[in-house]
Each structure stands twice: as structure tokens, then as C-alpha cells.
């Protein structure tokens, strides 16, 4: 759950952020196979992008945004110094951002968000184009703008091949011209390399293709699969190891176009309008000689067969909540070849022989499928269906099917007139919708293949490694405040207060990037296979795709090593708490004003990057991290008297937030709060509040009390904590952006994100002298 919204996103087709609104599922799908956050351990990082790992989504916690902390200098002499006034540079500057981002004519105690972010939202214009902007999105901007320029100098004999195949694939990414002169050529190439593509030829025969080869073949070149996805990823229900998953796939086109419609149905008619159009270009450029009439049949009998599909799949809304028990069955090897063979396939196309079919597919990686090999299936019903519905299906329509998508997986690495066919569909479906600028599009799609490189460079420049001190230290102070919140509580029993510290202690920390990327020989050695040129984009990301997917597929033979497996690239301004492995991640980006600053007053950091710490901590125990233990296992650790009290809780804080309205949304479905929806979040921003302040108090306690701010010193330093608390969450969002937020986010909006927590802060009412129940 990230803290705020920010690029970055996660593994699914719909990322978390991105799944606010169709047309946004639909950009992350330009950006790849979706978008990734996270890279779990470099390994895995690069199997999440290729694979699109079902569960991710529910169960990474980006934390776009929030808090920070310092620790002052130790020279710097505190003590006794209560009133006096700290006039370091930091100091003076993050005084006056303070000041800058305050509406002092408010009344903190009536409304707090006001009171911190009126001035900021007074100064910060929404960029044309866009639809907010936050102290993350300002941040994203900056760090982009890093990057671009680290894109366009040119490569030495210092650099490093990874950094070397970063800049060619931008480059390449950018140059129109070339992209134009290969035109579709790299697109029929790989078209001929699974026997070309029936419908734009007047020869084709049975005997060309094979779907379960085609499969494995796709499967362990490209990442995806059609009918259904083969992934490995961590077990589950054994963390220490990975298993083999196989899930329904991902349809291409959003459901809703397909499920329950037929050929005569407005949506289907526009796919078939773009279908039309890929395969005559196609046929055309390669003079197959196919006639019109043929290609309509066979796009009919495509389409249909395509619905089919979208009809026995289970829903994207009934997958969403992680239910274990319905997604979680083990089968062995022979039970799910028992299985599909129960379907009662009656012709070759329906059977499906799982031992070959894997080996085919873990051959590239050197791995060996075992006779007893352990195999997730997520979705056993469908995979029935699918053998029936390919057992009535002729080779054709499967052939047709197969080139299709590999077409639709490839489309927009292609030359501009493929490129408009595609965008007219999307606006067709979607309507009109701003298309990020190629820029954009490549920085992004880049960043997915080489985060880490780019990582590197980004720390190099950017990043005191004394900030890594720093945080460590402060992430033991906010756990020790969680602890001693827990101990505190008069609602835990003993039992499960135990368990509770012990999952805390166990929460294994990520701070800003992995070393290794710091070192030539292993970053080189983390990318070693991907080869790259400046003028030949297609080909480079078949190159790094091939490279991403063949690391994944190796991984299923390694134990998880928890002690290497960073869920984000270091260049992302976001938090996560990653639930199957019990950790809390803080990339780089996040680790800069106005979260965090080396030098400031502990009492902005702790009440900025401090409170974001906390608020990762508490997802540990949050509606859906209550349900797993310190090695993110789902298996219960609390007692039921416990627990009925921790239901109440929820309760309690789903109905806070259910009464908070959004006047500017009157007349809309969104003008209430969905307190359900975000529970989960704002559970952890309260209790980030918490423990960061709980663990402000200890540092004053062991440092002596802090000076004051000039320009602000009519405030006390922790006052200044709950001005940091909310400055980073200042942003302006247009009435459509927050619509989508309250509708289908899991954040609630910024105004209550502030005044939420703090309205049940007795340290907040207390240090602002506020009459209870405000603000
Ligand atoms: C990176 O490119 C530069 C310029 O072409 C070259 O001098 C250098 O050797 C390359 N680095 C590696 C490791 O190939
Ligand atoms: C199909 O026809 C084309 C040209 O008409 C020819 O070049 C090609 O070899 C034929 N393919 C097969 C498999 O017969
Ligand atoms: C999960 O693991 C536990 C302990 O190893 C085992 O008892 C249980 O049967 C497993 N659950 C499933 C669904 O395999
Ligand atoms: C297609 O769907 C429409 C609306 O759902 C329905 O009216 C029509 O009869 C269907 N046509 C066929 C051929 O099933
Ligand atoms: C989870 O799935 C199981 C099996 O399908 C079902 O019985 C159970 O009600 C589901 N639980 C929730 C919370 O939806
Ligand atoms: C397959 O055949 C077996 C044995 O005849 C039968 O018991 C089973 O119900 C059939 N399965 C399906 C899905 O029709
Ligand atoms: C870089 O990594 C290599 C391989 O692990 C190691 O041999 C070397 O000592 C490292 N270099 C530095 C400067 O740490
Ligand atoms: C706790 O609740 C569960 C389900 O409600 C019940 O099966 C179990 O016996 C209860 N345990 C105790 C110790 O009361
Ligand atoms: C929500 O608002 C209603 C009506 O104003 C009030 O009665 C209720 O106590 C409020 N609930 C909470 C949890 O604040
Ligand atoms: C909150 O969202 C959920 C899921 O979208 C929906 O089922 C529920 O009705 C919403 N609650 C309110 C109060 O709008
Ligand atoms: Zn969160």
C-alpha cells in the first residue's frame, strides 16, 4: 500500500495506484506488462516485471510517500538550549519551507490541513497535462529530470556495460527514425519464427504450429502466457522457497470488451476494426497473399474464440481480495495432469502434457522439472474449461489466436503506423485520453529493465550514504515506540502481545539501495546477457525481456534469501511494506526533503520520514497484515478475545473515515469517504503518527529538548512534528483525479489523511491546546 500515488507501480495488470480507472490500467499496460515497483531481491525483481505475478497487488505496500527523520549532528549542542533558536542552514531552510507551506489566518484546531498546506496549495498549480501534483509528485519530477540528463551524455570508457546498454536503450527508444525504417520487420520476424500468422497468409497449414510448443516457447522468451500463465515466484505457504504457479492469463484487452458481448457489440466491433487493420498491414508487407474475405472469417472465429476465454475466466473483482484458501492449491505434478485429463479432452488440442510442457519452458534456465514437482494452481476450474474450450477449438483459431497476441504484447514497440492503430482502439474503448510523451514513455519503460543501474547512478550523485546510518537508527527508535505501544495497550492479552513484538522484530528493513550495485564487477554481473544497440529499440527489449526472464525462471531453485530481496529500485519515491516477507522498504528517492533532511530538527524528520517508518510498520498488523506471522505466513497468531477487540478497532476507524465528505464532489458518488476501501492505509497512518511521536518523545528524552526554528519560533519543536506530519501530504488534485481516488483508491484523500490521525491524536490536541474532538 503505497503511502501516496506516485509512477511507480507494481507487478499486476493492475498496479495498485494505476487501478484507480480503467484508462490508467490501460497507460500502466502501455508501460510494459504493467508496471513493477519492485524488484524482490534483483532476481526476483526482474522475474516480477516479466511475469506479472498475480499477487503482488494485494500484497506490496508502496508507500508513495511520506515521512522522515534526522538525527542532529552530534556537535551540535542541544542541551539546555530549550528556547533558543537553531540558525544552520538546514534549519533556516526548512523553516522557511514550513512557513512557506503554512496558512497562519487558520485555526490548526478547526482544520489542520489547512493550517499546514495552504499556502502550498495556493503555490503549486496543477502542470498542465496532469492531474495533481504532491510533494511526491514533485519529487518523481526532480528525479526524473536526473535521469534524463544521466541518459543523454554519452558513454565513456569509465562507464560500466550496464550503464552503457541504459543509455542505448533510451537512445534507441527515441529514435523515431530508426524505429520507422525497421518498420514491422522485427514484428514478422518473430511472426515466421512460430510459422506466421494464418489469417495474413493463402498457404497455411496444420502442420506449421503447435500450441503447447508455441506456448513454452513464448513462455521463456517473451514472459507471458495466452492461455495460461506458468510463473515461479516464493511459496506461499513455505516463504524460504519459491514454487511454480500457474494462473488464468492476461486477456490483452480489458474484460469488459469481451465478457458476455458477441460479434454484434459496440466494443467487440471496434476490436475487430483494429484487428482488421494490423492483419491487412501485415499481410500487405509480407505479400501473403491472404483475401479480405478469409481475413474476416478468420477474425470472426479469433474473436469468438477470444470471448470464450474472457467467459470462463474469473473476474479481476473477485481475485482482488486475497483469499488464500480459494487461490492457494498445491498440486503435484501428476494431480494436475489428472486433473486437466478429467476434463475429458477427445482430440489432440485439448491435452496438455505438464511434465514436457514445463520442462520445455525451464529448459532455457538449466532447470530440471522434478517427477514430483509442487504446483501452485490459482484458478483449477478454469484451467478445466480451458481444455474443453480448446478441445472444441480448430488449430486455426488457436494459430490465429496465438500470432495475435504476440502481435497485440509487441504493438507499441513498433512504427508509428501500427502505434495510431493501436491509440485509435484504446481511444475507441476508453475515450480520449492524454498520452504520456515518448520521453516519458521510454524513462519508464527503461527504469523497469534497469532500475538498478540506474539506481546506481542516482546514489552516486544523490545520496549521502550517512542518510543509511541515519535511517537505521531511526527505524530501531520508531520499532521501539511500536513495542512499547504494544506493551502499553490495554486491549492485547499477553499471547498475542508476544507474538506481536516478535513479528516487529522480525521485520526485516531495506534502506536506500542494495550495496552491490555500488560495485562495478557485481552490477555488470547483475546484468550480464542484455545486448544493446543505439539504433535497434525492438531488438533491445526482446533482448532485455529474454535476459529478465531466464534470471526469473532460475529462481526457482533458490532458497529466499531475505537478506538480499529489495522490492523496489533505489530511484522511486515511494515506502513499501512487502507482507510475504515480513519487510519495509525506503528507496533512495524517499529519503530527501521534505521526508527526511540530514541536519534538520529531529522533530521534522521524525514527524516526516518518522511517521512514514511507523505507518510501514503498522501495515504488519493492519486488515490484511494481522492475518500473517513474522516469516509472512498466513497462519493466525492472535487469541480470539484479541481479536474480536481488533475488529472493533477496524470498525471504529471504517466509520471515522465513512463520515468524512468532499464538498467539491457533492453531486457524485464520491463524496464520502469509503472508510472500507481504505481501512488498511489509514490504520497505518494513525499508527505511524503514533510511534512517531511516542519515539520523538525518547530521542528529547535521551537528547535533551530541541531548538526552535527562526521565523517559527512561537512554535514548540513538536508542534513543528505535526507541521511535517502534514506538510507532505500538501497536493491539489483535480475533482476527476480525486473522484477516482475515493471510488477505487486505497488511500483516502490528502485533507484526511491529515486530519484523520491527528483528530485522534491526544499528543496532537494536547501540544496545539486544542478543545477535544478537533480538528
Ligand atoms: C561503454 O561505452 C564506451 C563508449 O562507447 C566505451 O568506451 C566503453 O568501453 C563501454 N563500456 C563497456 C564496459 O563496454
Ligand atoms: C506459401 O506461399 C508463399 C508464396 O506464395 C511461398 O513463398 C511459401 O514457401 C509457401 N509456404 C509454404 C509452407 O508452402
Ligand atoms: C501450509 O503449510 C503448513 C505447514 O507446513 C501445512 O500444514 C499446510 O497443509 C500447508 N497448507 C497448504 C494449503 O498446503
Ligand atoms: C448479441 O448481444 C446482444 C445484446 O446483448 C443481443 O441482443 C443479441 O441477440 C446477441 N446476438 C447474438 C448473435 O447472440
Ligand atoms: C475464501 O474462499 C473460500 C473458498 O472459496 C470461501 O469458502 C470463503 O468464504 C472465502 N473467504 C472470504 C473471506 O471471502
Ligand atoms: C470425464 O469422464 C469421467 C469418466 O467417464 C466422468 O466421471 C467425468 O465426470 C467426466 N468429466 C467431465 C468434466 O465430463
Ligand atoms: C566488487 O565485487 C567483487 C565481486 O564480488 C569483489 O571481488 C570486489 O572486491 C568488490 N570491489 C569492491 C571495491 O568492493
Ligand atoms: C476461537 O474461535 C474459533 C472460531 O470462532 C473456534 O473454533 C475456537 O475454538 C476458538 N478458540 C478458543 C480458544 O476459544
Ligand atoms: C458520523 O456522523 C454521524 C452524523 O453526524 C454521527 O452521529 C456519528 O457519531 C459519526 N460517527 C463517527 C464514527 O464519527
Ligand atoms: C466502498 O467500496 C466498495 C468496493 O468498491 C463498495 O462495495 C462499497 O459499497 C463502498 N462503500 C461505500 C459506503 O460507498
Ligand atoms: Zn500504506
Known amino acids: 500500500?503505497?503511502?501516496?500515488?506516485?509512477?511507480?507501480?507494481?507487478?499486476?495488470?493492475?498496479?495498485?495506484?494505476?487501478?484507480?480507472?480503467?484508462?490508467?490500467?490501460?497507460?500502466?499496460?502501455?508501460?510494459?506488462?504493467?508496471?513493477?515497483?519492485?524488484?524482490?531481491?534483483?532476481?526476483?525483481?526482474?522475474?516480477?516485471?516479466?511475469?506479472?505475478?498475480?499477487?503482488?497487488?494485494?500484497?506490496?505496500?508502496?508507500?508513495?510517500?511520506?515521512?522522515?527523520?534526522?538525527?542532529?549532528?552530534?556537535?551540535?549542542?542541544?542541551?539546555?538550549?530549550?528556547?533558543?533558536?537553531?540558525?544552520?542552514?538546514?534549519?533556516?531552510?526548512?523553516?522557511a519551507t514550513l512557513m512557506e507551506s503554512m496558512d497562519e489566518s487558520a485555526d490548526p484546531c478547526d482544520d489542520f490541513y489547512q493550517f499546514a498546506c495552504g499556502g502550498w496549495q495556493k503555490k503549486n498549480v496543477i502542470p498542465h497535462g496532469h492531474e495533481g501534483i504532491s510533494q511526491f509528485s514533485i519529487l518523481d519530477g526532480r528525479i526524473d529530470r536526473f535521469i534524463k540528463e544521466f541518459f543523454l551524455e554519452y558513454n565513456t570508457e569509465l562507464d560500466s556495460k550496464a550503464i552503457n546498454n541504459t543509455r542505448d536503450m533510451y537512445d534507441a527508444c527515441l529514435d523515431l527514425n530508426a524505429v520507422e525504417e525497421l518498420g514491422i520487420t522485427p514484428l514478422v520476424k518473430i511472426l515466421d519464427s512460430f510459422g506466421q500468422w494464418p489469417m495474413t497468409v493463402s498457404n497455411w497449414t496444420e502442420d506449421r504450429f503447435d500450441w503447447r510448443k508455441a506456448s513454452a516457447s513464448i513462455r521463456n522468451t517473451f514472459g507471458v502466457g495466452f492461455l495460461f500463465q506458468v510463473s515461479n515466484f516464493v511459496d506461499v505457504n513455505d516463504t524460504d522457497l519459491s514454487v511454480i504457479y500457474v494462473d488464468q492469463p492476461s486477456l490483452g484487452v480489458p474484460s469488459f470488451i469481451l465478457r458476455e458481448n458477441n460479434l454484434t457489440s459496440a466494443h467487440v466491433m471496434d476490436y475487430f476494426t483494429f484487428i482488421s487493420a494490423v492483419a491487412l498491414t501485415v499481410r500487405d508487407a509480407i505479400g501473403g497473399g491472404a483475401y479480405d474475405i478469409d481475413i474476416v472469417k478468420d477474425i470472426e472465429d479469433m474473436i469468438s474464440f477470444h470471448i470464450d476465454l474472457a467467459n470462463i475466466m474469473t473476474l479481476n473483482e473477485h481475485r482482488s481480495d486475497w483469499n488464500l484458501s480459494r487461490i492457494y492449491n498445491p498440486f503435484s505434478l501428476d494431480e494436475l495432469q489428472m486433473w486437466t485429463d478429467s476434463a475429458n479432452a477427445t482430440n489432440s488440442m485439448g491435452q496438455i502434457n505438464w511434465y514436457e510442457h514445463l520442462t520445455d519452458i525451464y529448459s532455457i534456465a538449466d532447470v530440471s522439472i522434478n517427477p514430483d514437482e509442487k504446483i501452485v494452481v490459482t484458478e483449477p476450474e478454469y484451467l478445466k474449461k480451458l481444455v474443453q474450450l480448446l478441445d472444441q477449438t480448430s488449430?486455426?483459431?488457436?494459430?490465429?489466436?496465438?500470432?495475435?497476441?504476440?502481435?497485440?504484447?509487441?504493438?507499441?514497440d513498433l512504427n508509428d503506423e501500427l502505434m495510431i492503430m493501436a491509440d485509435a482502439f484504446d481511444e475507441a474503448i476508453y475515450g480520449p485520453f492524454p498520452i504520456p510523451s515518448r520521453e516519458d514513455w521510454c524513462l519508464e519503460r527503461v527504469h523497469v529493465v534497469m532500475g538498478f543501474a540506474i539506481g546506481a547512478k542516482y546514489v552516486e550523485d544523490s545520496f549521502d550514504p550517512q542518510t543509511k546510518v541515519d535511517m537505521k537508527e531511526m527505524i530501531l527508535n520508531l520499532k521501539m515506540a511500536f513495542s512499547s505501544l504494544v506493551e502499553d495497550s490495554n486491549w492485547m492479552d499477553k499471547e498475542t502481545k508476544i507474538n506481536a513484538l516478535e513479528k516487529a522484530a522480525a521485520m526485516k528493513e531495506y534502506i536506500g539501495y542494495p550495496d552491490w550495485i555500488t560495485n562495478r564487477t557485481t552490477l555488470e554481473l547483475a546484468y550480464h546477457g542484455i545486448n544493446t544497440k543505439q539504433d535497434t529499440h525492438f531488438d533491445n527489449f526482446q533482448s532485455a525481456k529474454r535476459f529478465m526472464v531466464k534470471n526469473n525462471l532460475r529462481f526457482l531453485r533458490f532458497r529466499t534469501n531475505r537478506d538480499n530481496l529489495w522490492i523496489s529500485f533505489p530511484a522511486v519515491v515511494n515506502?513499501?511494506?512487502?507482507?510475504?516477507?515480513?519487510?519495509?522498504?525506503?528507496?533512495?528517492?524517499?529519503?530527501?526533503?521534505?521526508?527526511?533532511?540530514?541536519?534538520?530538527?529531529?522533530?521534522?524528520?521524525?514527524?516526516?520520514?518518522?511517521?512514514?517508518?511507523?505507518?510501514?510498520?503498522?501495515?504488519?498488523?493492519?486488515?490484511?497484515?494481522?492475518?500473517?506471522?513474522?516469516?509472512?505466513?498466513?497462519?493466525?497468531?492472535?487469541?480470539?478475545?484479541?481479536?474480536?477487540?481488533?475488529?472493533?478497532?477496524k470498525q471504529c476507524i471504517i466509520d471515522q473515515y465513512s463520515n468524512y465528505t468532499l464538498l467539491e464532489l457533492k453531486e457524485t458518488d464520491a463524496f464520502h469517504v469509503n472508510g472500507s476501501n481504505t481501512q488498511g492505509e489509514n490504520i497505518a497512518d494513525n499508527g505511524g503518527l503514533r510511534e512517531a511521536f511516542r519515539a520523538y518523545q525518547n530521542y528529547v528524552a535521551r537528547n535533551g529538548p530541541e531548538k526552535r526554528l527562526p521565523g517559527l519560533e512561537h512554535y514548540t519543536p513538536e508542534q513543528i512534528f505535526f507541521l511535517s506530519f502534514a506538510t507532505v501530504e500538501c497536493s491539489n488534485e483535480s475533482p476527476e483525479s480525486l473522484e477516482d481516488q475515493v471510488l477505487f483508491g486505497v488511500h483516502t484523500p490528502s485533507r484526511y489523511r491529515v486530519i484523520g490521525p491527528l483528530s485522534n491524536s491526544d499528543d496532537f490536541i494536547q501540544h496545539f491546546k486544542c478543545p477535544t474532538s478537533s480538528p
Not at 497507460?27 to 524482490?40: H, S, Y
Not at 489466436?401 to 504476440?406: A, K, N, T, Y
Open 395 to 412: 488449430p486455426r483459431v488457436i494459430a490465429n489466436f496465438i500470432h495475435w497476441r504476440l502481435v497485440l504484447e509487441n504493438i507499441y
Open 575 to 649: 515506502a513499501f511494506y512487502y507482507p510475504m516477507l515480513n519487510s519495509i522498504t525506503f528507496p533512495a528517492g524517499i529519503l530527501q526533503p521534505p521526508f527526511y533532511g540530514k541536519g534538520r530538527l529531529a522533530a521534522s524528520n521524525y514527524g516526516a520520514i518518522g511517521a512514514v517508518i511507523g505507518h510501514e510498520i503498522t501495515h504488519g498488523f493492519d486488515d490484511e497484515g494481522y492475518k500473517t506471522d513474522k516469516k509472512g505466513h498466513e497462519i493466525s497468531w492472535w487469541t480470539n478475545h484479541t481479536l474480536t477487540e481488533f475488529y472493533k478497532k
Open 1 to 95: 500500500m503505497e503511502i501516496g500515488t506516485s509512477a511507480v507501480t507494481l507487478v499486476c495488470d493492475l498496479p495498485e495506484e494505476k487501478d484507480t480507472k480503467i484508462k490508467r490500467s490501460r497507460k500502466a499496460f502501455l508501460i510494459w506488462v504493467g508496471a513493477v515497483v519492485g524488484a524482490v531481491g534483483f532476481v526476483i525483481a526482474t522475474g516480477l516485471l516479466a511475469d506479472q505475478v498475480f499477487r503482488l497487488r494485494k500484497q506490496i505496500d508502496s508507500v508513495n510517500g511520506e515521512l522522515f527523520e534526522i538525527r542532529f549532528d552530534q556537535q551540535v549542542q542541544r542541551r539546555n538550549e530549550e528556547n533558543s533558536v537553531c540558525l544552520t542552514k538546514e534549519c533556516i531552510l526548512s523553516a
